[in-house]
């Protein structure tokens, strides 16, 4: 099981990536920070394999962090997620040693293929063992995403929005209830929770009332 700590500062945004990483098989969060000091104290008490690091931190940047966490836990690995897209802040990351680079929004999707790379390559390589070239290739390549072309009315950025709503909600969500949480319209919210359960993000349920149609409820698949 690979051990993950989450530091980020926003607390609803955090709960979001722990449930995306709960659903990841293989996975478990050991921690959830939200401050530059709580950040190394959970690093040097729990060693976590993997650290999913904000960049934007109260008082600080993640990445003036970063040294700190890998001097009190050596062994780990950081992927950084944020909506920092400065090449300056991307080229800090890379030489700090980060194994990812995630820009928020993303959507369970984009995170669990990166998780998949991390496991399948990065703990491939472990200590004493010999990597074969192909393994080489794999991790410093990166995941391939592909994303397919929505349907057309269907914003990438709305997608990501009512995916996250979904996950977070902790229990099955109707269209109106998705609506309201996202912001949306019930019939813009339905497209996207119809377009999820095509794509096999997300289950669909049906709750039986006394008369009419059974109710459609969603949930993160």
Do not use: N, W
């Not at 690995?77 to 929004?105: F, N, S």
């Amino acid at each position: 099981m690979i051990g993950v700590l989450i530091v980020d500062d926003d607390f609803m945004v955090a709960r979001i990536h722990e449930g995306f990483v709960r659903r990841c098989e293989g996975f478990e969060v050991v921690a959830v920070v939200h401050d530059p000091q709580a950040a190394v104290e959970a690093a040097a008490r729990l060693q976590p394999d993997l650290v999913l690091l904000d960049v934007y931190l109260p008082g600080t940047s993640g990445l003036d962090v970063l040294p700190q966490l890998r001097e009190v836990a050596p062994d780990m690995d950081v992927i950084v997620v944020t909506a920092a897209r400065e090449a300056d802040t991307v080229r800090r990351a890379v030489r700090g040693g980060a194994v990812q680079y995630l820009m928020k929004p993303f959507s369970f999707a984009d995170l669990r293929e990166r998780l998949r790379h991390y496991q399948d390559t990065h703990r491939a390589l472990g200590p004493g063992g010999a990597a074969a070239q192909t393994d080489v290739d794999r991790l410093f390549a990166g995941p391939r995403t592909a994303a397919a072309p929505l349907p057309k009315g269907l914003s990438a950025e709305t997608l990501q929005l009512v995916e996250q709503v979904l996950a977070a909600a902790g229990h099955d969500l109707s269209a109106a209830e998705a609506a309201e949480l996202a912001g949306i319209s019930r019939v813009s919210a339905r497209r996207y929770l119809e377009h999820l359960s095509d794509a096999g993000r997300a289950e669909v349920r049906l709750r039986y009332g006394e008369v009419g149609r059974p109710e459609r409820r969603y949930a993160p698949r």
